[in-house]
């Protein structure tokens, strides 16, 4: 059973950074796009940024563009988001999700997704 374990800290003020960890057991992630999701209360669920097999390629949505970054290290089987310049409207449960098909604007494919962390953006 392959499980994405995620980490970082959670509260910050307005302007500030964070980031935020997912590291996967069992098996390798090499073959996985890997995506960054956030839901906020009353909302769906959402993609933030995506990021390509070999990390050659990442997609974010137009609101954390310049803000965030996307990357991963397939050799620790892990993935990564930073995120600058908070706002409270970035306010969420973030979830990483592992799957064959993760794209901005298109229905994902997710075989595996993280626990999801709470990130909080104080005003």
């Known amino acids: 059973q392959v499980q994405l374990v995620e980490s970082g800290r959670g509260l910050v003020q307005t302007g500030a950074s964070l980031s935020r960890t997912c590291a996967a057991s069992?098996?390798?992630?090499?073959?996985?796009?890997m995506g960054w999701f956030r839901q906020a209360p009353g909302r769906e669920r959402e993609l933030v940024a995506r990021?390509?097999?070999?990390?050659?390629?990442?997609t974010y949505i137009d609101s954390v563009k310049g803000r965030f970054t996307i990357s991963r290290d397939n050799a620790k089987n892990t993935v990564y988001l930073q995120m600058n310049n908070l706002k409270p409207e970035d306010a969420a449960v973030y979830y990483c999700?592992?799957?064959?098909?993760?794209?901005?604007?298109?229905?994902?494919?997710?075989?595996?997704w993280g626990q999801g962390t709470q990130v909080t953006v104080s005003s």
């Open positions: 999700a592992a799957g064959g098909l993760i794209e901005v604007g298109s229905a994902p494919l997710i075989d595996y």
């Open positions: 069992v098996r390798t992630l090499s073959s996985d796009v």
């Open positions: 990021i390509s097999r070999s990390g050659g390629r990442t």
